[in-house]
């Protein structure tokens, strides 16, 4: 890891407060018109270890499109689908997203990873980026084969999964406690 | 445009190394109930981590990296030219990255309604830039010095002047959110959240550099800060 010829980077520092006045503006929680055909609303709270609200929190998603295709990857299969959105919780610690649900995206030596959203969680009080997957209880099968999820400690694997119902999928996240969200090291 | 699907995990410094902030920190009140308790999980890099939003030239208008060109009027303050280079870790320049700075005015005032320091306004700063590096990673902004401000995290805390840089490079790992400080700040010494970074050479990282050489006759004094993305680029962009 110590690479005498790397450059060492620049340090994170917490996103602080504020950040609303640059970043999460009006609209960057839609990734897609709420009248898709493939539209999903996620939404959930964001809470603390006293099981209070974070109001000053700030999620970022990055995901794949229907077709399991990054935004970036060649050849994307829904040009205008940017796969990056970005909300500010309210003051109840509440956020939503209204996107497409992600295909299975490739894992690293064959095979695929169950349909995931990539999130990072920052605010006052979080110091460096937590970083975590939503995946979808309708695939149960494709989670049971996910290399990521299976990497989780198996009692704590159904806190990464949201509750799909329909159009609508529900997920916490929970920064201390029982139901504490695994975070993931990247 | 093409991307890597096995970018090296190992080539990324891991975020538990002594350059970053731990989660939880002792003297950051906000922490306590906010860093997690359970060890973080290992993960491998996968395409979802070597890849990431990409900004085009229209995500940012004419006069966003001039922070003393939004309104009527000149902002007050101390006019400088704040400007550096975003390159990886092999010291390749990103071009294209989004950099988006947010910060308070000359007096400590942040145009915010949770702000409550009562520091006057200024009707001609919001305090908000954007812009995208060039081809070589070169980026370039114009504000005011931000004024140092309380903060609640103890008795008589203040935090020293400071700009807040958010970085988007080629990856959502690589992805940096930061905030940059004045070289022989007194208050630096006494914040905690500057002070959350382990090593002092990081320390010294968070910090942009006087540049005379960079300063405008009869015009505007100059800092640069240079910023380091984790990891090698993920996206190959050579041709």
């Given at each position: 890891m110590a690479n005498p010829d790397k450059l060492p980077p620049t340090p994170a520092q917490t996103v602080g407060p504020y950040f609303g006045m640059a970043l999460?503006?009006?609209?960057?929680?839609?990734?897609?018109?709420?009248?898709?055909?493939d539209a999903i609303l996620i939404s959930g709270t964001l809470t603390d270890?006293?099981?209070?609200?974070?109001?000053?929190g700030m999620i970022e998603i990055w995901q794949a499109g229907a077709h399991g295709?990054?935004?970036?990857?060649?050849?994307?299969?829904?040009?205008?689908?940017?796969?990056f959105g970005t909300c500010h919780t309210a003051d109840d610690g509440s956020y939503e997203f209204i996107t497409m649900k992600p295909g299975p995206v490739p894992a690293p030596g064959g095979g695929n990873q169950a349909p995931h959203i990539n999130l990072a969680v920052n605010g006052l009080g979080i110091l460096k980026p937590l970083r975590t997957r939503i995946y979808f209880s309708d695939e149960a099968e494709a989670n049971a084969k996910d290399p990521v999820l299976q990497g989780v400690e198996e009692e704590r694997r159904?806190?990464?999964v949201a509750r799909v119902d329909g159009q609508k999928a529900m997920f916490d996240i929970t920064l201390?406690?029982?139901r504490e969200t695994p975070f993931f090291k990247v | 445009m093409p991307a890597d699907p096995s970018p090296d995990p190992s080539e990324y410094p891991r975020e538990?190394?002594?350059?970053v902030p731990p989660y939880?920190?002792?003297?950051?009140?906000?922490?306590?109930?906010?860093?997690?308790k359970r060890p973080l999980i290992s993960l491998t890099h996968t395409l979802s981590e070597s890849t990431g939003p990409i900004f085009g030239d229209?995500?940012?208008?004419?006069?966003?990296?001039?922070?003393?060109?939004?309104?009527?009027g000149e902002p007050v303050g101390q006019r400088i030219i704040l400007y550096g280079r975003v390159r990886d870790s092999d010291g390749r320049g990103i071009p294209n990255a989004l950099l988006e700075i947010w910060q308070a005015n000359s007096?400590?005032?942040?145009?915010?309604?949770?702000?409550?320091?009562?520091a006057p306004l200024d009707?001609?700063?919001?305090g908000v830039g954007r812009c995208l590096t060039d081809d070589q990673g070169h980026y370039s902004f114009v504000t005011i010095k931000p004024g140092p401000y309380p903060f609640?995290?103890?008795?008589?805390a203040w935090r020293p002047a400071h700009i807040h840089f958010s970085v988007f490079g080629t990856s959502f790992v690589t992805r940096l959110i930061t905030q940059m400080y004045f070289p022989d700040d007194p208050l630096l010494s006494q914040d905690p959240i500057f002070n959350a970074i382990p090593d002092e050479a990081a320390r010294r990282r968070a910090i942009c550099e006087f540049d005379l050489d960079a300063t405008v006759a009869d015009w505007a004094n100059a800092y640069r800060f240079d910023i380091v993305l984790r990891g090698?680029?993920?996206?190959p962009m050579e041709t």
């Open positions: 999460t503006p009006e609209g960057s929680s839609r990734l897609v018109p709420e009248d898709h055909p270890g006293a099981g209070g609200p974070v109001k000053e295709m990054y935004p970036n990857q060649p050849s994307p299969a829904d040009d205008a689908f940017i796969g159904a806190l990464l201390q406690g029982e | 538990s190394d002594p350059t939880f920190h002792p003297n950051v009140k906000a922490t306590r109930l906010r860093a997690p229209t995500a940012v208008a004419e006069h966003e990296h001039d922070l003393t060109k939004q309104h009527q007096a400590g005032r942040y145009v915010h309604k949770w702000d409550p320091y009562d009707p001609n700063f919001s609640g995290n103890h008795y008589n090698p680029r993920a996206t």
